[in-house]
């Protein structure tokens, strides 16, 4: 298992324990819904690509430390990584 891979399945797992609890996942915690709806957004759509990076989608959310894992990021080639949220 690569690491995409690895961190989609802890994603998912994140998921099945929020739908457990009865938690929804709400634009508030999802940044490309929050991009989705601020199509104009320059900031939101990298904010979502960073998300997406970690294994969020529409549908799930990253695993726990998702915030951390972007702020640090270990790619600084990345044409973002200036531009990344929770620096
Ligand atoms: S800056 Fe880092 S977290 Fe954001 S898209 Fe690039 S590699 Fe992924």
């Given at each position: 298992m690569n690491l995409t891979e690895a961190r989609m399945?802890?994603?998912?797992?994140?998921l099945e324990q929020m739908k457990?609890?009865?938690?929804?996942?709400t634009q508030e915690h999802?940044?490309?819904k929050?991009?989705?709806a601020n199509p104009g957004s320059k900031a939101k759509a990298i904010a979502a690509?960073?998300?997406?990076?970690?294994g969020g989608t529409e549908e799930e959310l990253p695993d726990a430390g998702w915030?951390?894992?972007?702020?640090?990021?270990?790619s600084p080639a990345c044409a973002?990584?200036?531009?990344?949220?929770y620096r």
């Open positions: 399945q802890k994603a998912r797992g994140r457990a609890a009865g938690e929804t996942i999802n940044l490309v929050k991009a989705n690509m960073c998300y997406q990076c970690f915030k951390e894992e972007i702020r640090g990021c270990t973002l990584y200036q531009h990344r949220p």
